[in-house]
């Protein structure tokens, strides 16, 4: 696979990168999280291009969560079927492999923060936020990889799921703070910890083999300026976290951010003039998850 040839070459820069903090993070926080047996399958698979539908569908229906959520989007009108999809396999046949997969980490997502009683409260509604407005802006500015956006900007908080269920009552003082506008995530978690939740999202990409680009994105999307592999994906993750700051998705809420001053809005090309309808498309796109 093309994204693994990539990490191979980014190993060594990214080893040095993570060596002075990769033991005390794993020691404060515990072991980090496996995905689960049937979504890691699932997805190991749409990562062989020689996989078949069928091959797909046959995982999926192992994990009966799993194969509702797939049918359950296959039908939704962001998908607008002509008629009603009634099997996984149809499912896989309609969305596509990129979608299937987008579908299976959003289930994935979704239960590690249930795991820690925020699954329908305000990091959930973030993290899916800003997956939505990455695709968004990923297509507004021509990235060739829709799904791919969606992916990083899901993904780019779960440094946050793991903290809390490792050290819950820390976290759970730093989100107040941030709640009341007092501090940052980041900086909360520089203050407590000595890291942040992008380099424990960082490990966690690692050990879920996601692609480099995506793995740099969730390290850096508060300093896109930092990425070296994919600096276009790591800008788009930036402002769509921005975004979501500026609609109050998710506990930090910044309604007076001016978007148009972001560094990231010049490094994508997007005219300023834009981002409030881009903004409206993203809340329009938002619905139950």
Request: negative net charge; contains cysteine.
């Amino acid at each position: 696979m093309g994204a693994e040839l990539v990490r191979e070459s980014a190993g060594t820069e990214k080893s040095t990168v993570l060596s002075a903090t990769a033991e005390k993070i794993v020691q404060s926080t515990g072991d980090l999280p496996a995905m689960p047996h049937v979504a890691a399958m699932v997805i190991d698979k749409l990562s062989n291009s020689n996989a078949t539908p069928r091959e797909i569908h046959q995982l999926i229906e192992k994990d009966q969560g799993l194969a509702a959520r797939v049918l359950k989007v296959a039908n939704s009108p962001y998908y607008g079927a002509c008629r009603s999809i009634a099997t996984v396999k149809d499912a896989i046949l309609f969305m596509g492999f990129d979608s299937i997969r987008s579908v299976v980490l959003t289930a994935v997502m979704k239960g590690v923060f249930a795991e820690t009683g925020l699954a329908e409260k305000l990091l959930w509604e973030h993290s899916i936020g800003c997956a939505v407005a990455a695709r968004t802006l990923g297509r507004a500015v021509g990235y060739p990889g829709n799904e791919e956006a969606f992916l990083a900007g899901l993904m780019h908080d779960v440094g946050k799921a793991v903290l809390f269920l490792r050290r819950s009552a820390e976290m759970s003082e730093i989100m107040q703070d941030v709640y009341n506008g007092d501090m940052s995530f980041a900086d909360g978690e520089k203050q407590v910890f000595g890291f942040t939740h992008s380099e424990i999202g960082q490990l966690v990409a690692d050990k879920w083999r996601f692609a480099i680009n995506i793995e740099e994105a969730i390290a850096h999307h508060h300093h896109p300026g930092e990425s070296q592999i994919a600096p276009q994906l790591a800008h788009i993750v930036c402002l769509a976290n921005a975004m979501c700051h500026k609609l109050e998705i998710g506990p930090t809420r910044s309604p007076c951010l001016d978007l148009a001053k972001l560094e990231s809005v010049k490094v994508l090309g997007i005219d300023p003039e834009s981002l409030n309808g881009m903004a409206a498309e993203v809340q329009g796109g938002l619905e139950p998850n």
